[in-house]
């Protein structure tokens, strides 16, 4: 029965579970290193650690000790009797609130596998096919994965910065999204908020307030939105399905005008969802 | 007690675990919704299951019947005792063997849970105070995390186009890397292989293979590497930590050059490995 390190013991693998509330499973905020292991020692395990602690850095997920993860290997490779294996530590944040809003308050959940290596006789033999994927992130625009620790990061570094939240920026220095809100920037009469196609997430809640705006007198626009933009409008704001729609405050430190119409807009957002419930 | 749907059934939260082999806790493989719940009635549900949908066609990740979503968000939100709330539901991959390279071979997990709404009076009163993060996935390049679904989505289209693994490209046809392997171009005594500041991996393997390589007579050059180049070079070869150093035989479906350059490095990687084992 292949044995499984956790949080400083063996267990076996079919035993081995972690809180459904770990923002490791709920944000992929975690960090994980494969090593290979030659006749029982692994390889490299210094330079794995350096870009293990890289990660801890940026997405706030703590490293044990080197020796403590030197030792968990090792034991994890004789009590799979392994000689020649691959191994891997992953490191997930732990759990916390059932609120996942709420940071971790439980300590990270520590694993290390560890299997025998495959052959890859025929792999050198043969080598492989690849096909081709153009476009960086494409294939995931508009999805909702567990895969969110870049918005983990967006947030981790809000904080350092003593604010609420991240707002990303793609080419050009158009402006997205939040870490997990839309945004629309006010102009007189007109909301305007940036197209799908700049690859932001398909928020339902922005599309409903672009369904119910016209009805409150405003005009919806589908368009590139500029960070200049921001401190030039009338009014920043975002949605989410919590929240509904609310109001920045600052951007970079420097205050954006508030005219007062997020209430009108989440007013006229929160009638319509409660009209519709009915 | 917080209480939590897991698997069709409530637990108390404290007691919801997922398997540690969850490839959702791997490899982030898995799909998320946050919903608002309006005086125990669920807003947009459908809107959020298209998402789920789009995702799961994605990544691979089965989604429970809208009526079963439905029955649970019901359900944990009544045990609760909640009237205005969040909701969410998070549906992961399921586990499968301790090798991490194998797919899951168990069903997903699907976790629900709900919690009271917070009070918002604050946040649309002061309104959010934002920070800008430019240069798209710039605060994470490097870093291994187990928001690992670019990877995984990588996998699905390569298998679904009856390949063994897909090459990211960047911009204007840059080649980067492959799903988990570091890539270089042989060209007569030359290895070349795209350098970091293209937003890769820091491969281990790929930076040892660049210390060792000199020793065995090659010539290591850190350059962009385009997709001509591979049709015209003459070997292909990629890194990972576990398959060392091995070949491409095809890209797109066809044909890249053979020298067998591949067993020269191979062997001086191993034998430097071995040797400095010793």
């Known amino acids: 029965v292949p044995q499984v390190w956790l949080n400083g013991r063996l267990v076996e693998a079919a035993d081995a579970t972690v809180p459904a ?32 602690h890289a990660g ?35 490191i997930t944040r732990g759990s916390g609130p059932v609120d996942p809003q709420a940071d971790a ?23 492989v096919a690849l096909v081709t994927i153009a476009g960086g992130g494409r294939p995931l625009a508009g999805l909702k994965t567990t895969s969110y620790v870049m918005s983990v990061a967006g947030r981790v570094i ?8 991240a707002l990303f920026l793609g080419e050009s220095g158009r402006v997205l999204e939040a870490t997990g809100s839309n945004l629309f920037v006010v102009e007189g009469e007109s909301i305007i908020t940036p197209p799908l196609e700049e690859g932001i997430l398909p928020g339902v809640t922005r599309r409903h307030l672009m369904a119910v705006a016209p009805r409150a007198g405003f005009v919806v626009r589908e ?25 920045a405050r600052t951007v970079d430190g420097r205050d954006v005008r508030r005219l007062g119409v997020d209430q009108k807009l989440r007013a006229a957002y929160h009638a319509a969802v409660l009209d519709a419930l009915d």
Request: aromatic content about 8%; hydrophobic content about 45%.
């Open 21 to 52: 509330l770990d923002r490791g499973v709920l944000w992929g905020q975690g960090l994980f290193e494969t090593m290979r292991v030659y006749d029982g020692r692994v390889w490299a395990l210094d330079d794995h650690l350096v870009r293990l």
């Open 56 to 90: 801890a850095e940026v997405i706030d997920v703590p490293v044990p000790e080197a020796s403590e993860v030197a030792r968990a290997i090792d034991e994890v490779v004789a009590a799979n009797d392994l000689k020649d294996a691959g191994t891997r530590i992953t």
């Open 105 to 127: 308050d439980q300590p990270p959940n520590v694993i290390v596998t560890a299997w025998p290596l495959r052959d890859y006789t025929e792999l050198y033999d043969k080598g």
């Open 158 to 165: 809000a904080k350092r910065a003593a604010a609420d939240d």
């Open 223 to 247: 368009e590139p939105v500029t960070l200049s933009q921001l401190f030039a409008c009338d009014e920043v704001v975002l949605t989410s399905s919590l929240r509904e729609v609310y109001p």
